[in-house]
C-alpha cells in the first residue's frame, strides 16, 4: 500500500475529487481517503511514483477549486 498526504482537503467534495483522480491511475485497486487525517491508503499494483503524481495533481485541483 502507498499512503499520501493530501493537503488542502476541507469537505466530501474534496474527498470525492481526490477518490476520482486516484481510481483513474492505471493499477488502482482500491483507494481509501481520509478527511480529518489529509491522506489517502492507496492499494494495487500502480507504482508508487504514479499514485504519488496522482496524489500530487488531486491537491493541484484542490487548490484550484478553492481559488
Not at 5 to 18: L, N, P, S, W
Not at 29 to 47: H, I, N, P, Y
Amino acid at each position: 500500500p502507498v499512503v499520501l498526504h493530501v493537503e488542502g482537503m476541507m469537505c466530501h467534495r474534496c474527498v470525492a475529487k481526490v477518490e476520482k483522480v486516484l481510481s483513474a491511475v492505471a493499477g488502482v485497486e482500491s483507494d481509501e481517503v481520509d478527511l480529518a487525517a489529509k491522506r489517502a491508503l492507496v492499494l494495487g499494483t500502480a507504482a508508487a511514483a504514479d499514485t504519488e503524481a496522482a496524489g500530487a495533481a488531486a491537491t493541484g485541483a484542490l487548490v484550484a477549486a478553492l481559488r
